[in-house]
């Protein structure tokens, strides 16, 4: 079965940092790409970025450029999103999902992984 | 940016009737638009791709048609199963880009 496994919720202080992962299975992780998609408390979804784990070829959204950093482990297959300093706006929940080609529909969702950011 | 606009922004329907969404582009987007289907609590599912392609397993009750700037998914008997939040995406041009989202809900 394809699958997308995130990590588990995380509660953080703004200024901290944070690395969340997605690890894919039951596919040839390095033949797509894996893209995160942030959904903030009641609100739509936003693509952020994608990057493809055979090259680690990494694209980002231009309103959230610089704000995360988005990397793979392809000898493990996992993805990952960090953040070098939270801020309570970070607020959000955070998919991965898998797309077949850079520009493709999202057609594996990873489960979601809630992430906190409070003083 | 394209711009991804879908009304109306609730959706009142009766078990068993049609449901007709719509998702306009602010430029053309060709035919390279999807349509997911939300649960509360649940990742989004992926229904539609290339605007009329239904994704595997998917009921044919569903269908997407549309191409440029236009779009529509329509639900031809609703179920309790479908009532959720649906958004469409474009993947023509980047960055990729979603629509607000339309909520069906049960009239």
């Known amino acids: ?119 | 940016e394209i711009v991804m606009t879908q009304s109306p922004a609730t959706l009142s329907v009766s078990p068993g009737e049609r449901a007709t969404l719509s998702c306009r582009a602010s430029q053309s987007v060709s035919s390279n638009l999807a349509w997911y289907q939300q649960k509360p609590g649940q990742a989004p599912r992926l229904l539609i791709y290339g605007a009329s392609t239904r994704a595997t397993g998917l009921p044919a009750r569903f269908s997407g048609s549309g191409s440029g700037t236009e779009f529509t998914l329509t639900i031809s008997s609703l179920q309790s199963e479908d009532f959720a939040v649906y958004y469409c995406q474009q993947y023509n041009n980047w960055p990729l880009t979603f629509g607000g989202g339309t909520k069906v809900e049960i009239k």
């Not at chain 1, 953080?12 to 942030?38: A, H, M, N």
């Not at chain 1, 959204?61 to 995360?68: A, E, H, K, T």
């Not at chain 1, 939270?86 to 809630?114: E, H, N």
């Open chain 1, 1 to 119: 079965e394809v699958q997308l496994m995130q990590s588990g919720a995380e509660v953080k202080k703004p200024g901290e940092s944070l690395k969340i992962s997605c690890k894919g299975s039951g596919y040839r992780f390095t033949s797509y790409w894996i893209g995160w998609v942030r959904q903030m408390p009641g609100k739509g979804l936003e693509w952020m970025g994608i990057i493809y784990p055979g090259d680690s070829d990494t694209r980002y959204s231009p309103s959230l450029q610089g704000q995360v950093t988005i990397s793979a482990d392809k000898s493990i297959s996992t993805a990952y999103l960090q953040w070098s300093s939270l801020k309570a706006s970070d607020t959000a929940m955070y998919y991965c999902a898998r797309l077949p080609t850079v520009a493709d529909a999202f057609d594996i969702w990873g489960q979601g992984t809630l992430v906190t950011v409070s003083s």
